[in-house]
């Protein structure tokens, strides 16, 4: 029986099938995460890939470390970017230097038009943008020559059929990945769980009953 503990959007469903699907023919690659969707990283090391994680709350470091499951022989790595000090907005200088290949392979985008130029500058040639979320109404100009001159690709996420939620869920459930809930609160306290998310005094997920 599945985990009553799996709580997916169907957009974030549809992204980690499709890294769930490739990572058994696909060599270990570096992933930049921006790290509000805790899961992502748990399903990226335990399918055998480099994690390099955003942050801009200090505090959170041990407990994205925490979310490592890589296998217990595996030289796959999971890194924590501080970014909470970066006064000029450039912290896709400090990926490119964390990662290998002078860049990451792939951005698993998730806030949107606020980060799109530091998620861009942070691949290497030949990488790819994954949007999973937008968290404004803002337009983003598409710096074409960049794209153009790294072949960069940028990738939207739609949904996926039940049958592979079914198999996604299957190999969570395997793998024992679930969302960590770091708070409950009755529904009536819906305003102070939005609060707590706002100001990121939440590690995981807020759940309301």
Same mark, same amino acid.
Request: hydrophobic share 40%; charged share 15%.
């Given at each position: ?51 390099? #994680?955003?942050? *801009? +709350?200090?505090?959170? %470091?041990?407990?994205?470390? =925490?979310? $490592? /499951?890589? #296998?217990?022989? *595996? +030289?796959?790595?999971? %890194?924590?970017?501080?970014? =909470?000090? $970066? /006064? ?122």
């Amino acid at each position: 029986m599945l985990s009553r503990h799996i709580m997916l959007s169907p957009l974030l469903c549809y992204f980690m099938y499709h890294v769930h699907s490739i990572s058994s023919h696909m060599p270990s690659v570096c992933i930049l995460v921006l790290t509000s969707h805790h899961i992502v990283v748990q399903l990226i090391t335990a399918a055998g890939h480099n994690v390099i #994680a955003v942050t *801009s +709350s200090p505090s959170k %470091t041990d407990y994205i470390y =925490s979310l $490592d /499951r890589s #296998a217990a022989n *595996s +030289s796959n790595t999971v %890194t924590v970017l501080d970014i =909470s000090d $970066d /006064r000029d907005g450039a912290w896709e200088k400090q990926v490119s230097k964390l990662a290998v290949a002078n860049g990451v392979d792939m951005v698993i985008e998730n806030v949107g038009a606020p980060t799109m130029r530091q998620s861009l500058r942070s691949l290497r040639s030949g990488g790819a943008v994954v949007l999973i979320g937008n968290v404004t109404n803002e337009t983003f100009a598409l710096p074409l020559g960049l794209c153009i001159v790294k072949s960069l690709a940028v990738i939207g996420t739609d949904s996926c059929e039940a049958q592979e939620v079914q198999k996604l869920m299957r190999w969570m459930h395997e793998k024992e990945l679930k969302p960590h809930v770091d708070l409950t609160l009755p529904l009536q306290e819906v305003a102070q769980g939005h609060k707590l998310v706002e100001n990121s005094e939440v590690s995981g997920r807020v759940v309301l009953t």
